[in-house]
């Protein structure tokens, strides 16, 4: 197995342990994450989105496939189904990411999923009927970079 191969397993190992330092750890300190909900973050902001996930997580069940890696990049798949807290609704979340490396560690990860399929499940009829829409999008990104922000306030 490719060392690159090995580091994406170790980082989605520590997610699904729940183990936001973990995954840090697997992180180039100038990471740049990017996902459909929040954006796009860099350095220790990528860090404290996935530790305020695995902390607010009472449910949460992480699989990944298809890992695959190189000495420059990288890409896996990953399912997570959990409990989306705001609305108590169930939420199967099928994501695909993409790596690049650098010094041994990811320094961008890219995550990408069907925005409305999401909406559908973690919203209900409103992302039923408006997951698709720009603005109930930038509401859904700016309620979670609000969240971010308290998060890394109150660290």
Known sequence: ??????????????????????????????????????????????????AMLCGRATDLDVRVSGIDAGDRTGRAHWDARYTFTQTGRAVLNQVDATFEFRDGLINR????????????????????????????????SATALRGLEKYMAEQ
């Open 109 to 140: 990860h890219a995550d990408s999923f069907s925005f409305w399929t999401w909406a559908r499940q973690a919203l209900g009829p409103t992302g039923l009927l408006l997951g698709w829409a720009p603005p109930l999008r930038a509401k859904v």
């Open 1 to 50: 197995m490719h060392p690159n191969a090995a580091l994406i397993e170790r980082f989605y190992a520590a997610f699904a342990a729940r183990d936001a330092a973990g995954m840090t750890a697997c992180y180039h300190p100038e990471i740049v994450f990017s996902d459909p909900v929040f954006g796009e973050l860099r350095g220790e902001r990528a860090g404290a989105m996935w």
